[in-house]
Every structure is written in C-alpha cells, then in structure tokens.
T-cell receptor, first 117, second 112 residues
Framework: GAVVSQHPSRVICKSGTSVKIECRSLDFQATTMFWYRQFPKKSLMLMATSNEGSKATYEQGVEKDKFLINHASLTLSTLTVTSAHPEDSSFYIC?????????????FGPGTRLTVL | SQQGEEDPQALSIQEGENATMNCSYKTSINNLQWYRQNSGRGLVHLILIRSNEREKHSGRLRVTLDTSKKSSSLLITASRAADTASYFCATDGGGGADGLTFGKGTHLIIQP
C-alpha cells in the first residue's frame, strides 16, 4: 500500500508555455502533499506544502505565481509551472502524507523530469 | 530550516565491503530518515529513526543517531553492485505534516 504516482514522468515544452504535473495517492487519502525540486546532481529542495482544500504554503524563494499548486481532493495535487523557462528544467517530485497534526511517513512519487527548451 | 549534510559526497568501494555514510543536521528533529535514489529515479525509503532512538537495523542497513552531536550514520554491510545509488538523509521540521529537509547526499558506487 501507500503508492504515489506522478504524471507525466517526462515532459518537454517550449519556453513560455505552462506545464501541469499531477500527483496522486493511489491507495490512501493524502491530507498533505509536498512538492520538491531536484536539480541535476543536487539534493531535493522543498518547494511547497499542500493541504487538501486550502492554499499551499510556499518555501522562501519559491514564486507562488509561477508554481501554482492545487490540492482539490484527498488523492490529487497538481503543480503547474507557468510560463516555463529553461531554468525551470528540473526533476519535480511529490510526496504524500496521511497525517494531519501527527507525524506520518511521506510516500514519494517517481518524479517528473521537466525540460524547457 | 535545518539542513542535513552528508559526507562523504562520493564513495567508491568494492563489492562485499561495508559502506558508511554520515549525516549532520543543525536543529532539533523528531525523526531522521534515509532514502536511496537511483539515477534519475524517485526516492526509496530505507529507514526511519526517531529522536529517542540511538540505533536501528533493517536487513543489511544499520542507522545510528546521536542527537547530542546532531549526526546520524548509515552503514550498509556486505555491499552489492545493486546498492550503487545516491543516499540522502532527511529530517522533519517538527510535529505534524512538515516537509522534509534533505541533505546533499552521498553518491555510492559499488565496484564489482
């Protein structure tokens, strides 16, 4: 159990376009989902925390107008990279937690590799 | 936010040898976790150790935690070629559903 999927796994887009990445918890309800970004040969950096039915909380330095997060249901969160530019090319990974107020394991998705030309 | 830092950044050993990776962090934690990531892939959760635990085992993995030194180590015994991957420690920021802070990672190469 506790499987998290992401779609698409890879996406290539032109500069200036928007790209939507989906994160789904397949067999559990995720009260909280997290979005991370990983540049090549680097570590993961938390971008934002998303709670179902409320606005996402963004980490310092992450532009909320550029990275739109929607957590419309307990099994789906989406990250939309708006007006993508080459510097947005990265590996985006989501994770999902069943917890709300108490600690729980985060289950990670397989990641989405975004390449902006 | 806290930041975990692993050392060494890269480690190359022969198959069958033991591999030890270390992680340091800066602030108080509730839990520390270790993850593995194969090149270009998602994360695989290896083991979690709580702040009131000092040592934990899982198969060929042994994790220690020293909260007084704010450090943890991951030992992989009898390494295999399939263990080649990047290993990250991650700490949580406190109670509740907090995002994780990842260390920079150790890239482990097991030479056959």
């Amino acid at each position: 159990g506790a499987v998290v999927s992401q779609h698409p796994s890879r996406v290539i887009c032109k500069s200036g376009t928007s790209v939507k990445i989906e994160c789904r918890s397949l067999d559990f309800q995720a009260t909280t989902m997290f979005w991370y970004r990983q540049f090549p040969k680097k570590s993961l950096m938390l971008m934002a925390t998303s709670n179902e039915g409320s606005k996402a909380t963004y980490e310092q330095g992450v532009e909320k107008d550029k990275f739109l997060i929607n957590h419309a249901s307990l099994t789906l969160s989406t990250l939309t990279v708006t007006s993508a530019h080459p510097e947005d090319s990265s590996f985006y990974i989501c994770s999902a937690s069943r917890a709300s107020g108490t600690w729980d394991t985060q289950y990670f998705g397989p990641g989405t590799r975004l390449t902006v030309l | 936010s806290q930041q975990g830092e692993e050392d060494p950044q890269a480690l190359s050993i022969q198959e069958g040898e033991n591999a030890t990776m270390n992680c340091s962090y800066k602030t108080s934690i509730n839990n520390l976790q270790w993850y593995r990531q194969n090149s270009g892939r998602g994360l695989v959760h290896l083991i979690l150790i709580r702040s009131n635990e000092r040592e934990k085992h899982s198969g060929r993995l042994r994790v220690t935690l020293d909260t007084s030194k704010k450090s943890s180590s991951l030992l992989i015994t009898a390494s295999r070629a399939a263990d080649t991957a990047s290993y990250f420690c991650a700490t949580d920021g406190g109670g509740g559903a907090d995002g994780l802070t990842f260390g920079k990672g150790t890239h482990l190469i097991i030479q056959p």
